[in-house]
């Protein structure tokens, strides 16, 4: 039976989920704090995490930022902050997916299960190409801070415009992302370029990425369409 850790610190919230989650079929933890989620986490390995982003101690965002230093067990946000939803999806801690306050506890079982089945076939994937080639899947941290991308040991600086692409990229993993959704990604000062620039960015972006990956292409062309990330 798969296990949820819940990280709310508003009981009423938290006793709903858990019934919910367990009425269809998984096991629940709750914590009240930020506080000790890391370390509870690397004793335990819960499936999935709901993580609120308002907690004592240490706030959800932190704790997130913690969690991707070691695991990439699935994350998902829950807010209020509607307008921070691109920074919370994640584009430079990892999350995998938000639910904005109030919701339904229906549609956070409908999440869960999303994306524990994501994972799945993610791992699927990892696992029938480690029989082939025997690549060795890499922890990909990114650092918004510094524009610094680590894996497990090594890291890489990255331009701006570089970081950005791999951010949007990895964001949703598989997701084709055509030239022009990119540069609105990129430019937000809808500056005119051309495909040729973002083709020229991606290259770029590659060949570093090569740096501290050698065996795995992580950004894959799509034919007269765009690009996407995908181990």
């Excluded at 495909?195 to 062309?221: F, G, M, Y």
Aim: aromatic letters at 6%.
């Amino acid at each position: 039976m798969e296990q949820i850790l819940i990280v709310e610190d508003e009981p009423k919230i938290a006793d709903l989920l858990q019934k919910y989650l367990q009425n269809a079929n998984y096991r629940t933890h709750w914590l009240n704090s930020g506080l000790g989620v890391g370390e509870w986490v690397r004793q335990t390995s819960p499936n999935l995490i709901l993580l609120d982003l308002m907690l004592p101690g240490k706030d959800g965002l932190e704790v997130c930022k913690e969690i991707r230093q070691f695991s990439l067990i699935p994350i998902i946000i829950l807010t209020a902050k509607v307008e921070e939803i691109d920074r919370l999806l994640g584009l430079e801690l990892g999350a995998d997916d938000y639910i904005c306050k109030p919701f339904s506890p229906r549609e956070v079982v409908a999440r869960v299960k999303a994306v524990l089945r994501r994972g799945q076939v993610m791992s699927a994937d990892i696992s029938g190409a480690a029989m082939t080639s025997n690549p060795t899947p890499v922890l990909l941290a990114l650092d918004r801070d510094r524009l610094v991308v680590r894996a497990g040991q090594q890291e890489i600086t990255l331009t701006l415009v570089e970081f950005e692409l791999l951010a949007t990229l990895k964001q949703q993993p598989g997701r084709i992302f055509g030239r022009d959704q990119l540069m609105n990604k990129v430019y937000s000062d809808n500056r005119i370029v051309s495909d040729r620039t973002i083709d020229s960015h991606i290259k770029k972006l590659r060949k570093k990425l090569s740096e501290i990956l050698p065996n795995q292409e992580l950004i894959h062309s799509v034919y007269s369409v765009g690009y996407k990330f995908e181990v």
